[in-house]
């Protein structure tokens, strides 16, 4: 399934990303700086967009290999220096401290356990570091977010593990990150955060 995932990703995503997500990309990751660590980066959508003047390094964590060779060709000829690890966000193989900034995008919806990777990112980010998420969450609507709940298990086979209804704001929140940005897309299925990881 993680093949036929990886194979299908692009295609399936291609109208949404041309339409609207490729532009929220690329404003989110265009501003990163430094030492920058990616949870989850799939088949590199972010990759050109990162600015080659601002950021010195890219570390990317992606759990699924047919995916990362995806990605390494989105990264070859780039003149940042692009890392690829295959593992998982809930066990980060980088030192304390070792990242400017820390982004995820449409992928913390399927990590296995989203408290323990907070508690990674905070780990790995240094203190006054940046965190910055776009994520499709549970809706507020509590008809809405029932929905979610009933599609959810079927979308997890499908879909290679994704919650619709992950309440990812509040696991951000109680890892201790400080939330200085929320912004609500489409009512609120989709936000962006953005937080700084306290002294």
Known sequence: MAKLFASLYDTLMGPLEKRW???????????????????????????????????????????????????????????????????????????????????ATLVLCSVNDPAQVFSEIR??????????????????SSYLAALQDVLTPAWKRLCDGCHLNRDTGRYMRESGINIVKEKKYLKGIFIEFEGINPE
């Open 21 to 103: 997500i490729a532009r929220i990309r690329k404003r989110i990751v265009s501003g990163l700086e430094g030492n920058v660590l990616e949870i989850g980066a799939g088949t590199g959508a972010n990759i050109p967009y990162y600015s080659q003047e601002k950021v010195s390094r890219i570390a990317v964590v992606e759990p699924n290999p047919y995916m990362i060779e995806q990605a390494k060709h989105k990264a070859n000829g780039y003149r940042i220096p692009v890392e690829f690890h295959q593992g998982m966000a809930e066990a980060l193989p980088f030192k304390d401290g070792e990242f400017d900034t820390v982004v």
């Open 123 to 140: 780990r790995v980010c240094k203190k006054g570091g940046r965190i910055v998420l776009f994520e499709h969450v549970r809706m507020e």
